[in-house]
């Protein structure tokens, strides 16, 4: 059973306020988080800096409490400290004191190991107390920043403690990060591990990407604009290309791909979400039970090639296209549209964040000339307001118990259903194609799409 959201409490005293007015700020009732985790780079770097910036942006009550837990020698100011720094060097609004020392007031930390039960004792207590002083209501989110092989000592440490189960009118929550699993077995096992200390309305996934504004106005685009859907059916489009490109290299990053694999850490989470917001039918409303509905019916209706070795590339270091089908009768000579390719809607995800629409357009002049024209939007030159951080949106969204943006156990696993298989036949091929840096990708990639007769677009 889904846990009951905060909106009612947003603003009580204010009865002209419609909680399901989606356009005014939705503000998290009485709440807290305790952080596992606090010592890596996604807690520093991006967790912290969410917290601080909905605060900046009046998104938090007024006795927002945060909890670190680690394995460090700290006193509560040691991990404000800590907090300090990592909001100075990486949030993203202005740094103002008042709202420093409002938020800091909160910042309680733990010492401990995740299998000590004096430590975990100590977390009890120090919410408890955090209830009484900053009435935070026993609602209490718990943010596993941690590997997951770590889970299950965790979850089991708060069942253990009483720390998953809320008292009646409160709440309880754990948010974990991707990779969800290593495979479809590794998976089933962690949503086993999750589900038998928390309720499934309680588990929250994050996958950053679904928080990125124009991940989710891939959605607004496609349904509230008729110039769109009449023709988003594969009558009309050819094929779709999601290409995630980065410009600099895996760097410090080479141990992690190493252990859990890019394709395991992007294709499985993002890549696979962004397949099904763009492939789904229109849900019948966007509640989170209506969207993963659809998304889940696209997941579970792919079927995979059988010569995998034809239809699939991997390649090795030593991002949203949707290409429509040409017209059928193409009334000009062939010298007059040589340089025509087709028309393609470009939706960059990051870090120009935006819209590109390619077609068709007569070039100045006395003869009939067409050539391909682009028509771009960016949301840097639209919108007065900067895109939150994507874990700005998602943090809110847990402590409001909104989940639409959160992939459900099912849809996990049917994508570890599509993915096994592939991964397993490239286990079995031996060493990828290598590739060099700067380049596109292995030869083997556009041998595949030149098979169809199709070639990969470069950004």
Request: aromatic content about 10%; proline content about 7%.
């Given at each position: 059973?889904?846990?009951?959201?905060?909106?009612?409490?947003?603003?009580?005293?204010?009865?002209?306020?419609?909680?399901?007015?989606?356009?005014?700020?939705?503000?998290?009732g009485?709440?807290?988080?305790?952080?596992?985790?606090?010592?890596?780079?996604?807690?520093?770097?991006?967790?912290?800096?969410?917290?601080?910036?909905?605060?900046?942006?009046?998104?938090?009550?007024?006795?927002?409490?945060?909890?670190?837990?680690?394995?460090?020698?700290?006193?509560?100011?040691?991990?404000?400290?800590?907090?300090?720094?990592?909001?100075?060097?990486?949030?993203?609004?202005?740094?103002?004191?008042?709202?420093?020392?409002?938020?800091?007031?909160?910042?309680?930390?733990?010492?401990?190991?995740?299998?000590?039960?004096?430590?975990?004792?100590?977390?009890?207590?120090?919410?408890?107390?955090?209830?009484?002083?900053?009435?935070?209501?026993?609602?209490?989110?718990?943010?596993?920043?941690?590997?997951?092989?770590?889970?299950?000592?965790?979850?089991?440490?708060?069942?253990?403690?009483?720390?998953?189960?809320?008292?009646?009118?409160?709440?309880?929550?754990?948010?974990?990060?991707?990779?969800?699993?290593?495979?479809?077995?590794?998976?089933?096992?962690?949503?086993?591990?999750?589900?038998?200390?928390?309720?499934?309305?309680?588990?929250?996934?994050?996958d950053?990407?679904?928080?990125?504004?124009?991940?989710?106005?891939?959605?607004?685009?496609?349904?509230?604009?008729?110039?769109?859907?009449?023709?988003?059916?594969?009558?009309?489009?050819d094929?779709?290309?999601?290409?995630?490109?980065?410009?600099?290299?895996?760097?410090?990053?080479?141990?992690?791909?190493?252990?859990?694999?890019?394709?395991?850490?992007?294709?499985q989470?993002?890549?696979?979400?962004?397949?099904?917001?763009?492939?789904?039918?229109?849900?019948?409303?966007?509640?989170?039970?209506?969207l993963?509905?659809?998304?889940?019916?696209?997941l579970?209706?792919?079927?995979?090639?059988?010569?995998?070795?034809?239809?699939?590339?991997?390649?090795?270091?030593?991002?949203?296209?949707?290409?429509?089908?040409?017209?059928?009768?193409?009334?000009f000579?062939?010298t007059?549209?040589?340089e025509?390719?087709?028309?393609?809607?470009?939706i960059?995800?990051?870090?120009?964040?935006?819209?590109?629409?390619?077609?068709?357009?007569?070039?100045?002049?006395?003869?009939?000339?067409?050539?391909?024209?682009?028509?771009?939007?960016?949301?840097?030159?639209?919108?007065?307001?900067?895109?939150?951080?994507?874990?700005?949106?998602?943090?809110?969204?847990?402590?409001?118990?909104?989940?639409?943006?959160?992939?459900?156990?099912?849809?996990?696993?049917?994508?570890?259903?599509?993915l096994?298989?592939?991964?397993?036949?490239?286990?079995?091929?031996?060493?990828?194609?290598?590739?060099?840096?700067?380049?596109?990708?292995?030869?083997?990639?556009?041998?595949?799409?030149?098979?169809?007769g199709?070639?990969?677009?470069?950004?």
């Amino acid at each position: 059973m889904t846990p009951p959201t905060d909106t009612d409490q947003d603003q009580p005293n204010n009865p002209l306020r419609d909680p399901e007015d989606r356009r005014l700020p939705r503000i998290a009732g009485p709440c807290g988080m305790v952080l596992f985790g606090v010592t890596g780079d996604l807690s520093r770097k991006k967790i912290m800096p969410a917290i601080y910036d909905l605060a900046n942006r009046g998104l938090l009550p007024p006795g927002f409490s945060l909890v670190g837990f680690a394995r460090r020698d700290w006193a509560d100011q040691d991990f404000a400290q800590i907090v300090h720094d990592s909001v100075r060097e990486h949030a993203r609004t202005e740094f103002r004191e008042e709202v420093w020392r409002q938020l800091s007031e909160g910042f309680r930390f733990v010492p401990g190991d995740f299998n000590d039960d004096q430590a975990f004792d100590h977390l009890r207590r120090t919410i408890e107390e955090l209830d009484e002083e900053r009435g935070t209501g026993g609602n209490h989110a718990f943010y596993l920043a941690i590997p997951p092989s770590f889970f299950g000592d965790v979850a089991d440490q708060l069942k253990e403690h009483g720390l998953a189960r809320p008292q009646k009118g409160s709440w309880r929550r754990v948010v974990v990060e991707k990779p969800f699993g290593h495979d479809l077995q590794s998976a089933r096992q962690l949503n086993d591990i999750l589900g038998q200390v928390f309720d499934s309305g309680s588990i929250f996934r994050i996958d950053h990407y679904l928080g990125k504004e124009t991940v989710q106005n891939i959605l607004a685009m496609r349904f509230a604009n008729n110039l769109f859907e009449p023709i988003w059916n594969g009558n009309y489009v050819d094929h779709v290309q999601i290409t995630m490109a980065e410009d600099v290299g895996i760097g410090g990053r080479a141990g992690y791909y190493d252990g859990v694999g890019a394709a395991r850490d992007v294709i499985q989470n993002h890549l696979m979400q962004l397949m099904a917001l763009v492939a789904m039918e229109e849900p019948t409303s966007f509640d989170a039970e209506s969207l993963r509905s659809e998304k889940l019916k696209v997941l579970s209706s792919v079927v995979l090639p059988e010569r995998l070795d034809l239809n699939t590339a991997r390649g090795q270091y030593t991002a949203v296209a949707v290409v429509f089908k040409r017209a059928p009768h193409l009334p000009f000579s062939a010298t007059a549209t040589e340089e025509l390719t087709t028309n393609t809607l470009v939706i960059r995800v990051q870090p120009d964040e935006g819209m590109t629409i390619r077609f068709g357009a007569k070039v100045p002049g006395t003869a009939m000339e067409i050539r391909d024209v682009n028509m771009d939007f960016a949301y840097g030159g639209s919108f007065t307001e900067s895109s939150p951080e994507a874990y700005e949106r998602l943090i809110l969204d847990v402590l409001l118990g909104d989940p639409p943006l959160f992939p459900r156990h099912e849809e996990v696993e049917v994508s570890w259903k599509i993915l096994d298989p592939i991964l397993a036949h490239w286990a079995s091929k031996g060493r990828p194609d290598t590739y060099g840096p700067g380049t596109w990708g292995p030869k083997s990639a556009d041998d595949m799409l030149a098979r169809s007769g199709r070639k990969w677009r470069r950004p």
